[in-house]
């Protein structure tokens, strides 16, 4: 007989100890996040130079038309086709005339966290109220100017909130950032050989 009780006292201690858990738990405000990806925005561009010095992955080249020389840092196993063959760009010839099309991709992309928070008016403000949650416990929020509150399918202000009622809060935080990827394509045409 002791033993059966204390089986049942274990078992009972376990499932408070879960019930207690669920509570928590559920009394946390739910997290979502998710990328919103905008309109992109493509640009292409060409250059065009003479490879006038090369060493490692540095390349000077003087452009065309303008005859400046510009510095270039090359990507590691970056590839040319130049006179038709495949080679790594840090191996192209001295006198080399090279074109890039250069390809840049800027996509406006939107983050957004959403949090939803659910509870019971315990006091209410016009710039703050104090819900009950779940599991028990009071816990004061700011309430930024314009918010609503869902309570039974109705949107309310924090004026028109009563103790008693049962409301859903959502806050939307976005955060705007740009990515950019770019690619190239480089061809060019080997030194032209002197005849004697």
Do not use: C
Not at 39 to 49: D, F, H, I, N, Y
Not at 106 to 132: F, H, M, N, Q, Y
């Amino acid at each position: 007989m002791t033993h059966a009780f204390n089986r049942t006292l274990r078992t009972l201690a376990v499932a408070v100890a879960a019930h207690g858990l669920a509570v928590s738990a559920w009394a946390q405000p739910t997290q979502a996040k998710q990328s919103v990806p905008g309109a992109p925005k493509v640009t292409t561009t060409q250059l065009k130079g003479e490879v006038a010095y090369l060493q490692g992955d540095y390349l000077i080249a003087k452009m065309v038309p303008s005859g400046t020389y510009r510095l270039f840092q090359l990507r590691p196993g970056k590839t040319a086709t130049i006179d038709g063959v495949v080679m790594p760009l840090n191996k192209a010839p001295i006198g080399t005339v090279l074109t890039a099309d250069v390809t840049v991709t800027e996509t406006p992309v939107t983050d957004r966290t959403i949090t939803t928070l659910k509870g019971k008016v315990w006091v209410a403000g016009p710039t703050s109220v104090i819900l009950t949650l779940e599991s028990g416990e009071n816990k004061q929020y700011d309430v930024p100017a314009g918010m609503k509150f869902d309570v039974d399918g109705k949107m309310v202000e924090a004026m028109e909130l009563r103790p008693g009622m049962n409301l859903t809060a959502t806050k939307i935080v976005e955060s705007p950032r740009t990515e950019i990827t770019t690619d190239n394509v480089v061809t060019g045409v080997g030194p032209k050989k002197h005849q004697p």
